[in-house]
Every structure is written in C-alpha cells, then in structure tokens.
C-alpha cells in the first residue's frame, strides 16, 4: 500500500531527525549555550505541555483536513522547531526563545504528526493485519534510530552541533516533502 510505504519511510526519517539530534541536543544546549540545568527543565516543560495540547488539538482537525494534510502540517511544524534552535545565540533571551520555540511548537507538531499518522494508518489497514504492520513499522523505525544515532554522533564531531541539529530539521523537511507527495487512499 503506498500510504503505508509513506508512513513508514517518514517514520524511519523521523526516527533518524530525531537521534541526529539527540546525539548533540544536550551538549548544545548546556555546553555551547551555557543554560543551567534548572533553566533548561523549565524549558523542557513547555515541550510536555505543548504535547498534551497537541493531544487535544489533534482531535479536533475537520475530517477533511486530517490525515495525510495534518501529518504535512505537523512535520513542518516540528522541523520549524528543529530548525529555530541552532540559531540560539547562547544563553540569552533569544536563546530562550530559540529552545521554547522548539520546545512548544516542534512537540505540538510531532505530536500532531504521530497522531494523523496513526489514525490513518489504523484506518486503511485491514484488522487482521493491524498488528504486523505496526511492529513493522516499529522495527523499520528501530532500525533508522540505531543509524541516526550513529549518524548523529559522526556529525556533531565533523561538522559541529549546530550544523548538525540543522541537518536534524532538513530531515524533517524531507520527512514533509514525502507525504505531501502522497495520495490519499
């Protein structure tokens, strides 16, 4: 099924956007900015709270709209968050905007994506079938999370942390790129 295809290739692009910049979040955001860690949890918070309201936005997009459109609008948003913290200057109010910025509107829009993703993935796969295509999916994004862990490591050291959570977000973009591409079912 190509919307299941779609699904799973932005699952496992997600998977490694998400480990690239795992691998250097932390040493950026603490080391190279200078945040302390009190400052940095209440900013993580914002992230838990604009999740749990994603949780509730998602419900609430028309019918029309869900799906593959809201999987798009929701990979763009994560990727404008991802792509907004490199520009942090340090340990300045523009940099507390640059992590809340990411914090608030690339969780809601993950969230937003895993949601519409999963609605629709649940909605065109035959219910025998429903648990095999999960664990597939799960195991291709498993797969992809070992290798942008790996990816995300190499890069941090050759091209820096900055470069590197920015070659995070450009995976997101293609991430969206992918399943604007798709037709729907």
Known sequence: NPTLATIA????????ANQVIGAVYMLFVYRELGFSP?????????GSFASFASAFAAERVPERHSGLPAMFVGLLLAAAGLLAL???PGATLFGVAAIAFQQIVGDFGHVIWQVHQSSLRQKITPAPLLGR??????????????AGTAAGGWLGETAGLRATLASGGAILLVAAALVLRARPE
Do not use: D, H, Y
Request: hydrophobic fraction near 60%.
């Open 9 to 16: 290739a932005t699952g496992m692009l997600i998977a490694v």
């Open 38 to 46: 009190g400052t940095l949890g209440m900013l993580f918070a914002l």
């Open 86 to 88: 490199p520009l942090a």
């Open 133 to 146: 295509v999960g664990g597939g999916i799960r195991f291709l994004s498993s797969v992809a999370t070992l």
